[in-house]
């Protein structure tokens, strides 16, 4: 009988070493980290822009509330700056549910002291006065500053934003500067954002 001896074949396969198990869970944590701190970055970025939103919509509200007024104004043979003082703040207030009969819909309060910015019921954003009841604050608070555009003796555009003395002929006064500013708390961190615009008196001959 013929026997045929053929070399036997090392099985050169084995397991992982207990090196290369921490070396591959090491890999994983790392990974797994970055991810994790990607995702809470893009969250903390993602928040903080929709504060931003919330703030930018809040102050364009408030100047538009202004324009408003101005264009009430001048619709009521007023001066264009009737109600907005250049030595006091405002709130643009909400007339919710007709609680100021005398009132328009939207107003400058000269005298509220509370800026904070509520929500309703309803999800709306407003302001009110410090006893409306059934309101939740939002964190946000919104005031409204004004200056004066006016001519000097030398027939320069000039603003000021406190009282004249003597006080400036209605000619002379040439717009108002609007300035409403927004603030909130993000996680402890205080935010603001400034909206400006002027309203001019391009129609001076609405008061006769």
């Known amino acids: ?11 050169k396969k084995s397991g992982f070493t207990l090196a290369e198990a921490l070396v591959a869970i090491a890999v ?28 930018l919509n809040l102050a364009q509200e408030g100047l538009e509330v202004v324009r408003n007024i101005r264009d009430n104004n001048w619709l009521n043979n007023q001066l264009f700056s009737e109600g907005m003082s250049a ?17 328009p819909t939207w107003f400058l309060d000269l005298t509220i002291p509370n800026p904070k910015v509520y929500t309703s019921p309803i999800g709306s954003l ?39 003395y003597p006080p400036l002929p209605a000619e002379k006064l040439v717009g108002i500067q609007v300035i409403c500013s927004v603030s909130w708390d993000d996680r402890g961190e205080a935010r603001q954002l400034d909206l400006e615009e002027r309203f001019y008196n391009w129609k001076p001959d609405a008061l006769k």
Do not use: C
């Open 1 to 11: 009988m013929v026997r045929f001896n053929f070399p036997r074949i090392k099985n």
């Open 28 to 55: 994983i944590l790392v990974g797994t980290i970055a991810m994790v701190t990607l995702a809470v970055v893009l969250i903390r970025s993602a928040n903080q822009q929709k504060g931003r939103v919330v703030a």
């Open 87 to 103: 030595a006091q703040l405002a709130v643009p207030v909400f007339n919710f549910n007709n609680r100021y009969p005398t009132k």
């Open 126 to 164: 407003f302001q009110e006065d410090s006893i409306s009841v059934g309101l939740e604050e939002t964190g946000y608070e919104r005031i409204i500053s004004f200056a004066y555009i006016y001519y000097d003796d030398l027939d320069n555009e000039t603003i000021k934003s406190q009282y004249l």
